[in-house]
């Protein structure tokens, strides 16, 4: 007999619509069990679990020849998921589940040996799945509940073990869909994990952090250690515009697709930070492996990569961070496919002076910084919109009581500049933001916004000329620019703004 339960399988980050036939032959005498569809080592061993699932759960676990695929057949299948599927299946082959609620429905969880469904990764992309086919409804395991929950506009029903699956597919257990998720009010409670108030001194870096969130700048600090560049790192994301709705579905659905949400966290709230060490390797970095997945560029989807201590990266794997810099998304190329995963990120990097990590104003001093410093290639750091020093901070106002300034208000700064970019800069699916920050914006839109008056023309001029600005640093000038005059409300780019934003090319102006 052959029945047929509806699933998924991911590709990347991309859920695709996956059914699990299951055929059982009872007139072969050597009972045998196969399962096709390319299938990985853990769903080759899911048959064990499911029979020690089913027989101590008090079914029972037909002595036949059975035979499983799991289509389509030419995509690599992995993980526990197929687990409850499988076992659906066999139950509904064997007439233990006699009703066809199965077929407008989509299923995937782990099995026990005792029958209880363990959680999965991926679960809130079987729920866009499902939405997405017009399906009635998802059967996930109940610790994904809320997470597939939080996508909407569908009936999720938490599994708890495969006795209450069965008896719900039978009509004789009935189980509640669980409730919606407010995405807004998690959103709205949402806490940045650190103030800028409590970063003593540094006011002019702050000054550069204000700007890099408000126009979505990619940002270099360059000082010594213990001067609070890792805690301004950290302090970043608390003045960023909050995730929307569907910026935080999409965060959630890659963090659910490499199993890191935190347990019994349905969604992020937050945007995201990470902060990978100095020894991750490329894949790491950008994605890949045999069974493409996304990378830290990808885990820092709308929220920020933070490279401490940049040039103790080996350089193959920052020039890898070229692509996804310049246009938002990595693609992973393999013989059999192509996938693509989002990685338009903030990327904040930290760097000692020397490799000791003091600065040296002698010749040897010198020669040492510029060795460093050689570390990391000129295209990259043309990537940076902003480079900015920061200094040691002096005991005045290390033992000061007075807080500099917080959080909060450079919150709003940032806040009444996107606004301004939101009604200037259109819309931009790439971004799924209202408005178009500054960083992303064509050329062709730049050269409508950043226009300047004869003087400035010629600063820019004497920029290009005596720092030797490539043409993309040359447009980093004018969106830093344009972003410094929409915090002051300016309509127009005037000498000031270009000259701040000049003096950001430090690097520039040491080489």
Same mark, same amino acid.
């Given at each position: 007999?052959?029945?047929?339960?509806?699933?998924?399988?991911?590709?990347?980050?991309?859920?695709?619509?996956?059914?699990?036939?299951?055929?059982?032959?009872?007139?072969?005498?050597?009972?045998?069990?196969?399962?096709?569809?390319?299938?990985?080592?853990?769903?080759?061993?899911?048959?064990?679990?499911?029979?020690?699932?089913?027989?101590?759960?008090?079914?029972?676990?037909?002595?036949?020849?059975?035979?499983?695929?799991?289509?389509?057949?030419?995509?690599?299948?992995?993980?526990?998921?197929?687990?409850?599927?499988?076992?659906?299946?066999?139950?509904?082959?064997?007439?233990?589940?006699? %009703?066809?609620?199965?077929?407008?429905?989509?299923?995937?969880?782990?099995?026990?040996?005792?029958?209880?469904?363990?959680?999965?990764?991926?679960?809130?992309?079987?729920?866009?799945?499902?939405?997405?086919?017009?399906?009635?409804?998802?059967?996930?395991?109940?610790?994904?509940?809320?997470?597939?929950?939080?996508?909407?506009?569908?009936?999720?029903?938490?599994?708890?073990?495969?006795?209450?699956?069965?008896?719900?597919?039978?009509?004789?257990?009935?189980?509640?869909?669980?409730?919606?998720?407010?995405?807004?009010?998690?959103?709205?409670?949402?806490?940045?994990?650190?103030?800028?108030?409590?970063?003593?001194?540094?006011?002019?870096?702050?000054?550069?952090?204000?700007?890099?969130?408000?126009?979505?700048?990619?940002?270099?600090?360059?000082?010594?250690?213990?001067?609070?560049?890792?805690?301004?790192?950290?302090?970043?994301?608390?003045?960023?515009?909050?995730?929307?709705?569907?910026?935080?579905?999409?965060?959630?659905?890659?963090? +659910? +697709?490499?199993?890191?949400?935190?347990?019994?966290?349905?969604?992020?709230?937050?945007?995201?930070?990470?902060?990978?060490?100095?020894?991750?390797?490329?894949?790491?970095?950008?994605?890949?492996?045999?069974?493409?997945?996304?990378?830290?560029?990808?885990?820092?989807?709308?929220?920020?990569?933070?490279?401490?201590?940049?040039?103790?990266?080996?350089?193959?794997?920052?020039?890898?961070?070229?692509?996804?810099?310049?246009?938002?998304?990595?693609?992973?190329?393999?013989?059999? +496919?192509?996938?693509?995963?989002?990685?338009?990120?903030?990327?904040?990097?930290?760097?000692?002076?020397?490799?000791?990590?003091?600065?040296?104003?002698?010749?040897?001093?010198?020669?040492?910084?510029?060795?460093?410093?050689?570390?990391?290639?000129?295209?990259?750091?043309?990537?940076?919109?902003?480079?900015?020093?920061?200094?040691?901070?002096?005991?005045?106002?290390?033992?000061?009581?007075?807080?500099?300034?917080?959080?909060?208000?450079?919150?709003?700064?940032?806040?009444?500049?996107?606004?301004?970019?939101?009604?200037?800069?259109?819309?931009?699916?790439?971004?799924?933001?209202?408005?178009?920050?500054?960083?992303?914006?064509?050329?062709?839109?730049?050269?409508?916004?950043?226009?300047?008056?004869?003087?400035?023309?010629?600063?820019?001029?004497?920029?290009?000329?005596?720092?030797?600005?490539?043409?993309?640093?040359?447009?980093?000038?004018?969106?830093?620019?344009?972003?410094?005059?929409?915090?002051?409300?300016?309509?127009?780019?005037?000498?000031?703004?270009?000259?701040?934003?000049?003096?950001?090319?430090?690097?520039?102006?040491? %080489?």
């Amino acid at each position: 007999m052959l029945a047929q339960v509806h699933s998924f399988v991911l590709q990347g980050i991309e859920p695709m619509a996956c059914e699990v036939e299951v055929d059982v032959t009872t007139d072969e005498l050597t009972p045998k069990t196969t399962i096709v569809g390319l299938p990985d080592s853990v769903v080759k061993e899911s048959i064990e679990r499911v029979r020690a699932a089913m027989v101590n759960s008090g079914f029972t676990f037909p002595e036949a020849r059975l035979l499983v695929n799991l289509a389509p057949a030419d995509i690599r299948k992995e993980g526990p998921i197929y687990d409850l599927p499988i076992a659906i299946g066999l139950l509904l082959a064997s007439s233990t589940i006699q %009703q066809p609620n199965h077929r407008r429905l989509l299923f995937a969880g782990e099995l026990s040996l005792d029958g209880r469904v363990r959680p999965i990764r991926g679960a809130i992309n079987l729920a866009i799945l499902a939405r997405r086919l017009g399906m009635d409804g998802v059967v996930v395991p109940t610790e994904n509940a809320e997470e597939a929950a939080a996508v909407g506009d569908l009936a999720v029903y938490p599994a708890d073990s495969l006795t209450s699956v069965v008896g719900f597919l039978n009509e004789t257990y009935p189980i509640e869909p669980h409730p919606d998720v407010d995405i807004d009010a998690m959103l709205d409670q949402a806490t940045p994990p650190v103030d800028f108030a409590d970063v003593k001194g540094q006011e002019a870096v702050k000054r550069a952090m204000l700007i890099a969130a408000a126009g979505a700048h990619n940002i270099l600090m360059i000082g010594p250690q213990g001067t609070g560049k890792t805690m301004m790192a950290k302090a970043l994301p608390g003045i960023l515009p909050p995730l929307t709705r569907d910026e935080a579905l999409e965060v959630t659905r890659i963090f +659910s +697709s490499v199993g890191q949400l935190a347990r019994g966290e349905a969604l992020v709230t937050r945007r995201p930070v990470r902060s990978p060490h100095h020894t991750s390797s490329g894949i790491a970095m950008i994605g890949g492996g045999a069974i493409p997945r996304p990378g830290e560029v990808s885990l820092a989807h709308h929220g920020i990569l933070f490279l401490d201590e940049l040039p103790e990266f080996p350089r193959p794997v920052l020039e890898t961070l070229r692509q996804p810099l310049e246009d938002g998304e990595v693609t992973i190329a393999r013989a059999h +496919s192509s996938l693509r995963f989002p990685s338009r990120f903030m990327l904040v990097a930290a760097l000692n002076p020397t490799r000791k990590g003091r600065k040296s104003n002698d010749e040897a001093g010198r020669k040492q910084m510029e060795k460093y410093l050689s570390r990391i290639s000129g295209p990259l750091l043309d990537r940076i919109d902003i480079h900015v020093e920061v200094p040691n901070v002096p005991y005045r106002q290390l033992a000061s009581m007075k807080r500099g300034t917080g959080s909060a208000e450079m919150r709003q700064q940032v806040r009444q500049a996107r606004e301004r970019q939101q009604c200037r800069n259109g819309a931009d699916v790439q971004t799924s933001r209202n408005g178009v920050p500054n960083a992303v914006l064509s050329g062709r839109k730049l050269d409508e916004i950043a226009t300047v008056d004869e003087q400035t023309r010629e600063l820019l001029r004497q920029a290009m000329t005596e720092l030797g600005l490539s043409a993309r640093a040359f447009d980093k000038v004018r969106r830093v620019a344009r972003t410094i005059a929409d915090l002051e409300g300016a309509d127009r780019i005037e000498f000031q703004h270009v000259a701040e934003a000049i003096s950001y090319r430090l690097l520039d102006r040491q %080489q």
